[in-house]
């Protein structure tokens, strides 16, 4: 049997970690501030901003996210529209990218 080696450098593994851990901020910082705009507290709102998170792994892209709030928001009566999501969404991204 011939061992395996993973011949990637170390600088990429780190980049792809690096990668990984803002996208997961950024969906849970949405998530807390979608929580916040429907009205959840406490332990509802944490809840909910890390189920954003595990919504993010279903389908690649953020669409899935998007939607998931939009469908969200407008369910307990404070929809919000797509481009207001998505202008959010990239505030989101650079906050979880400092």
Do not use: Q
Request: negative net charge; contains cysteine; glycine residues 10%.
């Amino acid at each position: 049997m011939t061992p395996h080696f993973d011949t990637s450098s170390g600088a990429e593994r780190i980049d792809e970690d690096t990668r990984e851990g803002e996208i997961a901020r950024r969906s849970v910082l949405f998530g807390l501030w979608a929580g916040r705009h429907a009205g959840l507290e406490g332990d509802a709102l944490e809840t909910y901003a890390l189920s954003i998170h595990l919504a993010d792994h279903r389908i690649p892209g953020h669409d899935d996210v998007i939607a998931k709030v939009a469908a969200d928001l407008a369910c307990c009566g404070n929809p919000m529209s797509d481009r207001g999501l998505r202008t959010c969404f990239r505030e989101m991204a650079l906050r979880a990218s400092l």
